[in-house]
Structure formats: C-alpha cells, structure tokens
C-alpha cells in the first residue's frame, strides 16, 4: 500500500504564499497524473490543480496566476506554490497521486493523502 505524505499546510495572511509537497512512500512508484484538491467546510471537495498524464497541467480558473504546480522527478514529489493567497484558499488540501509501483510496471492504482488545513486569515 502506497501511503501519501503530505506537508506543508498552516495559517497565513491575506497576500502571503505557502508551498505544500506531496511524495509517494513507495520509491518505486511512477507517477502517472495527480492533483491537488481542497475542500472548504460544508462545501465539495474541488480540483485546484493537477499534472495529467503526458504532463501537461491544468488550474482551477479561481488560482490562476496565483498557484504554480511542479514535480520533482527525482525526489518523486510534486508541489503546490500558494501566492497572494486569499480567505477564499481556505480549507483542507488533500493530493491525489495515479501511478504504478515497481518502477511502473506494477498495477496502475489511485492514493489520497490524509490532507493538510490551509488557512488564510484577512
């Protein structure tokens, strides 16, 4: 089982930047497309920003500009640069990660993180 440990959540200001990480336990495991979503209380989890596969990235229209999403191959971890963040940014950030272990000749399969609270205060 491929845990994903995520880190870098915490409070902010209005305006301030946080960067979160997100790296599969399992060495082996090849990244194949991953996303980060939030999800704000009493509201549905959301997609903010995500590598598909082929590598091409796609945002949220609500972080554009602001939010920057990048991988490190080598350390198999993926990021998520917060800028100018707002009250809005607000909420759990969990990452998701499809790939395959055994240097991705095993079976392609879906992990979520335990999430990580972000919060920006005004």
């Known amino acids: 089982q491929v845990q994903v440990v995520e880190s870098g959540g915490g409070l902010v200001q209005a305006g301030g930047s946080l960067r979160l990480s997100c790296a599969a336990s399992?060495?082996?495991?090849?990244?194949?497309?991953m996303g980060w979503y939030r999800q704000a209380p009493g509201k549905q989890r959301e997609l903010v920003a995500g590598?598909?596969?082929?590598?091409?990235?796609n945002y949220a229209d609500s972080v554009k500009g602001r939010f920057t999403i990048s991988r490190d191959n080598a350390k198999n971890t993926v990021y998520l640069q917060m800028n100018s963040l707002k009250p809005d940014d607000t909420g759990v950030y969990y990452c998701?990660?499809?790939?395959?272990?055994?240097?991705?000749?095993?079976?392609?399969?879906?992990?979520w993180g335990q999430g990580t609270q972000v919060t920006v205060s005004s």
């Open positions: 998701n990660l499809d790939g395959m272990t055994h240097y991705g000749l095993g079976p392609r399969h879906e992990y």
């Open positions: 590598f598909r596969s082929g590598g091409s990235t």
């Open positions: 399992d060495s082996t495991f090849v990244i194949n497309a």
